[in-house]
């Protein structure tokens, strides 16, 4: 499966951008699919996620009430919309799927995704 990663880009703080990620495989209907970011000189980390077929997601703390993750079905798709942006929101975000169903609680977790897709820059500025 292959991920493609679209969506990033320079916006201002309390603006708006919405990333995508589409598989590859029209098979690939069932899983999880999520968003991780990586900021310059931090780690990697989780921002949300979603298993495909039910409605359980996962969200970080930090973007609770700004960013929403969604799904199309028909194109196999995750969006990740982001309001408010902040500063501290610019970094790296990478798409990441899975064909197995974690429990919520694993769903934040890197080791529950074998796919990752190529990251799409976010950079808000103050």
């Known amino acids: 499966v292959q991920l493609q990663a679209s969506g990033g880009g320079a916006v201002q703080a309390g603006g708006s951008l919405r990333l995508s990620c589409a598989a590859s495989?029209?098979?690939?209907?069932?899983?999880?699919m999520g968003w991780f970011r990586q900021a310059p000189g931090k780690e990697r980390e989780f921002v949300a996620s979603i298993r495909l077929g039910d409605p359980a997601k996962s969200s970080a703390d930090s973007v609770k009430g700004r960013f929403t993750i969604s799904h199309d079905a028909a194109k196999t798709t995750v969006f990740l919309q982001m309001d408010s942006l902040k500063p501290e929101d610019t970094a790296v975000y990478y798409c990441a799927a899975d064909r197995r169903r974690p429990i919520v609680s694993a769903m934040s977790l890197e080791t529950s995704y074998d796919y990752w897709g190529q990251g799409t820059l976010v950079t808000v500025s103050s």
């Open positions: 495989a029209r098979t690939f209907t069932r899983g999880v």
